[in-house]
């Protein structure tokens, strides 16, 4: 949950140091963590996590494509420019963060018959 | 952890002595010092005494694959301060379109496919412009991040696979040193490649088969619909991303996500169509007018898959001597991991462990060699594609079977290592004499784009040069190396008069002719232009009353008309 929480604080500031356009010592920082794993941040909690490595994949893997999404969707409407696309990316990720982790009701192993039996 | 920290250090100290422009033929490995390979040894016998462990130390096996990554793909960056690659600076000039344009134009005549795919490209350009990072500092660095990351990918594949945990390691160590053929820098390829392993990385957890077919999250619990449902979106997400930023591997993932499906092994039938619909949609609807236009090519392709195989491969008698032994070492290199994985394969087979899903894996990219020549690199994007699957079984020849003590182990890993090592840093890093490029070579081709009116011609030596990263659109390129025999003949016999006539009598408002000392390299290496052409012309040109040199520097001169001289740059 502060993984969520740290996520959507850190997408917000993001924004305000890209509209504002603050220092690149300062914007560079908040606008990476933002492309590059807020969004997946924000998310992880709603899909578990079992494996570290994955885990972190799964991070930034969700916030790169995230962040080609939004970019892509408004460069084909010509309207892609930092502020429209930091606010997009970040309004994803705030989004994805209000997602309520579900309710698995019963716990319970997996019966193993995977690719190596 | 001790050793490790030595190793990145000698690597650190062994660069500070490197002198790039003393390379030969041959590339980086000409010049690296002594104490480089001593680093890369010891590291590979720690990594052997790792694995030999009873237990995998798995923070420890993926710092050895992390620092052998660096080593590798960290190398080039650290030595150069310009990206390498020529075509690193064509996907350079999309991001700087974007960044002018904040749009597209997918029915562009120059460089249309990356207008038609961009989701790397604006995603790029966002990323610099709010960042307010240099585009050119994220390609510099971009091989380093991606070619870590597809290594860190593999593994956590590899352990979504269940593999052994000696194999997951040894598999991701085997992958970073079977990986020659480039495919990592500053590109849609690299991004996507990655984003395609953590699909698969994802699905096989989720989507495993169970007895009672329930569908799990990566904890291993009970998933429900709702969840099931984020899990897939989650999937879908990151496979529209690579929908929309690359033409191949959205059809790489969906051949993998119903091989797997075909095996019984992972529930990814459905997932398999909707990411095939998705790619469709995008071919369809985003890239409507690419397809329209290069159907023709397509079917043609689709028709001659031999053709499309063999199209990309370097005739070895018409190059360099020093090129031949890199295209060599890169053959030999395929050739070793794929022995290597045989032989996995066979002992998986030897001790009746699971191997027919292995081996379907390997062969699945194969496929790719129906559909197209992927204008003549079908067969390296092939073998990109097939690495991770390759290294596996390759590990599988070298981690326990049910009998083997950990000294084996040490020294199959070290025999591998020993045997793959210098064929990579030959095959890698071996034509860096012309895809490294210095600051004469950038500030030429800056003097030109940076300030060229639209409409300019742009005559190049060869393509080799750090070209068209700026106002890409404004300007017509005319390459004299991929000119017929014929015309290269022509210039040589009377290069003032030849030139002189492009520069001066088309339409362009004005032209240029610029020379450097990568596509001279390159020309050496390649020999698509006869012996000095590019040296003899370069002194015709200076000799002649009728050009002016408006930039000239020791590696790259840049030539316009007197005429065109007297009237200004404009």
């Known amino acids: 949950m502060i993984g969520r929480r740290l996520a959507m604080a850190v997408a917000l500031a993001a924004v305000v140091a890209v509209v504002v356009d603050l220092p690149v010592v300062v914007r560079a920082p908040l606008a990476l963590a933002l492309f590059l794993a807020c969004p997946g941040l924000a998310v992880l909690p709603v899909i578990g996590g079992r494996d570290p490595l994955l885990d972190a994949l799964v991070v930034v893997a969700t916030s790169v494509a995230t962040t080609i999404l939004a970019a892509s969707a408004l460069v084909l409407l010509g309207v892609l420019s930092p502020v429209a696309g930091t606010v997009a990316v970040a309004a994803v990720c705030v989004g994805l963060g209000r997602i309520r982790p579900f309710d698995y009701g019963a716990w319970s192993t997996p019966v193993d018959v995977g690719l190596d039996p | 952890m001790g050793l490790v920290a030595i190793v990145v250090a000698l690597w650190w100290s062994s660069l500070r002595t490197v002198d790039v422009d003393a390379m030969s033929d041959i590339g980086l490995v000409s010049v690296l010092p002594v104490q480089y390979f001593a680093a890369l040894a010891m590291l590979g016998a720690s990594?052997?005494?790792?694995?030999?462990?009873?237990?995998?130390?798995?923070?420890?096996?993926?710092?050895?694959?992390?620092?052998?990554?660096?080593?590798?793909?960290?190398?080039?960056?650290?030595?150069?301060?310009?990206?390498?690659?020529?075509?690193?600076?064509?996907?350079?000039?999309?991001?700087?379109?974007?960044?002018?344009?904040?749009?597209?134009?997918?029915?562009?005549?120059?460089?249309?496919?990356?207008?038609?795919?961009?989701?790397?490209?604006?995603?790029?350009?966002?990323?610099?412009?709010?960042?307010?990072?240099?585009?050119?500092?994220?390609?510099?660095?971009?091989?380093?991040?991606?070619?870590?990351?597809?290594?860190?990918?593999?593994?956590?594949?590899?352990?979504?696979?269940?593999?052994?945990?000696?194999?997951?390691?040894?598999?991701?160590?085997?992958?970073?040193?079977?990986?020659?053929?480039?495919?990592?820098?500053?590109?849609?390829?690299?991004?996507?490649?990655?984003?395609?392993?953590?699909?698969?990385?994802?699905?096989?957890?989720?989507?495993?088969?169970?007895?009672?077919?329930?569908?799990?999250?990566?904890?291993?619990?009970?998933?429900?619909?709702?969840?099931?449902?984020?899990?897939?979106?989650?999937?879908?997400?990151?496979?529209?991303?690579?929908?929309?930023?690359?033409?191949?591997?959205?059809?790489?993932?969906?051949?993998?996500?119903?091989?797997?499906?075909?095996?019984?092994?992972?529930?990814?039938?459905?997932?398999?169509?909707?990411?095939?619909?998705?790619?469709?949609?995008?071919?369809?609807?985003?890239?409507?007018?690419?397809?329209?236009?290069?159907?023709?090519?397509?079917?043609?392709?689709?028709?001659?898959?031999?053709?499309?195989?063999?199209?990309?491969?370097?005739?070895?008698?018409?190059?360099?001597?020093?090129?031949?032994?890199?295209?060599?070492?890169?053959?030999?290199?395929?050739?070793?991991?794929?022995?290597?994985?045989?032989?996995?394969?066979?002992?998986?087979?030897?001790?009746?462990?699971?191997?027919?899903?292995?081996?379907?894996?390997?062969?699945?990219?194969?496929?790719?060699?129906?559909?197209?020549?992927?204008?003549?690199?079908?067969?390296?994007?092939?073998?990109?594609?097939?690495?991770?699957?390759?290294?596996?079984?390759?590990?599988?020849?070298?981690?326990?079977?049910?009998?083997?003590?950990?000294?084996?182990?040490?020294?199959?890993?070290?025999?591998?290592?020993?045997?793959?090592?210098?064929?990579?840093?030959?095959?890698?890093?071996?034509?860096?004499?012309?895809?490294?490029?210095?600051?004469?070579?950038?500030?030429?081709?800056?003097?030109?784009?940076?300030?060229?009116?639209?409409g300019s011609l742009v005559v190049e030596g060869s393509r080799n040069y750090p070209g068209l990263f700026l106002r890409y659109e404004d300007f017509v390129t005319v390459p004299i190396s991929r000119e017929p025999g014929a015309t290269a003949a022509r210039i040589a016999r009377d290069p003032v008069g030849v030139i002189g006539s492009w520069l001066s009598d088309g339409p362009a408002p004005a032209a240029y002719l610029i020379i450097t000392r990568s596509q001279k390299r390159e020309q050496e290496a390649l020999r698509d232009l006869p012996e000095g052409f590019l040296d003899d012309l370069e002194a015709a040109l200076r000799a002649s009353p009728e050009f002016v040199a408006v930039f000239d520097r020791p590696d790259a001169v840049v030539f316009v008309a007197a005429g065109q001289a007297e009237r200004g740059p404009g």
């Not at chain 2, 994220?138 to 594949?157: D, H, I, M, N």
């Not at chain 2, 997400?237 to 959205?250: D, E």
């Not at chain 2, 379907?360 to 390296?380: C, H, K, R, W």
Request: net charge positive; glycine share 6%.
């Open chain 2, 47 to 454: 990594f052997a005494w790792c694995l030999a462990r009873r237990t995998t130390d798995r923070t420890l096996a993926a710092i050895h694959v992390a620092v052998l990554a660096l080593m590798v793909h960290g190398t080039p960056a650290v030595l150069y301060d310009h990206p390498r690659y020529a075509w690193s600076y064509k996907h350079l000039g999309i991001v700087d379109y974007i960044s002018r344009h904040d749009a597209v134009d997918p029915s562009i005549r120059s460089l249309d496919v990356y207008h038609n795919w961009p989701g790397f490209f604006a995603g790029s350009s966002l990323l610099s412009d709010a960042t307010g990072i240099d585009a050119f500092t994220l390609a510099r660095w971009a091989p380093l991040a991606f070619g870590t990351a597809s290594a860190f990918a593999v593994a956590a594949l590899f352990h979504s696979m269940r593999a052994h945990p000696k194999a997951i390691w040894a598999g991701a160590w085997i992958s970073v040193l079977a990986n020659w053929v480039g495919q990592e820098y500053f590109s849609p390829q690299a991004v996507t490649f990655v984003l395609f392993l953590v699909v698969l990385a994802v699905t096989v957890p989720v989507f495993r088969m169970g007895a009672y077919e329930e569908r799990w999250d990566l904890r291993g619990r009970l998933l429900g619909p709702s969840a099931r449902a984020t899990t897939v979106g989650l999937i879908l997400a990151i496979a529209g991303a690579i929908a929309v930023s690359h033409q191949l591997t959205p059809l790489a993932l969906v051949a993998f996500l119903g091989v797997f499906a075909l095996l019984g092994r992972v529930r990814s039938w459905r997932l398999a169509v909707l990411v095939a619909v998705a790619t469709v949609g995008w071919i369809v609807l985003g890239a409507q007018s690419f397809v329209e236009r290069s159907l023709t090519d397509q079917v043609a392709d689709a028709a001659a898959p031999f053709s499309n195989s063999t199209s990309g491969l370097v005739d070895t008698a018409r190059i360099s001597a020093g090129s031949a032994l890199v295209a060599g070492a890169a053959r030999a290199l395929s050739a070793v991991i794929v022995l290597a994985a045989g032989i996995g394969l066979v002992r998986r087979i030897a001790s009746r462990q699971w191997w027919v899903a292995l081996a379907a894996l390997v062969v699945t990219p194969l496929t790719m060699v129906l559909f197209s020549s992927y204008d003549g690199e079908i067969q390296f994007r092939v073998y990109l594609f097939m690495v991770p699957f390759l290294s596996l079984a390759a590990a599988y020849a070298i981690v326990p079977t049910r009998t083997d003590h950990g000294w084996r182990v040490a020294a199959g890993t070290l025999a591998l290592t020993l045997a793959a090592t210098p064929l990579l840093l030959l095959a890698y890093d071996g034509k860096e004499q012309y895809n490294h490029f210095t600051d004469d070579e950038v500030a030429a081709a800056r003097s030109i784009y940076a300030t060229a009116p639209p």
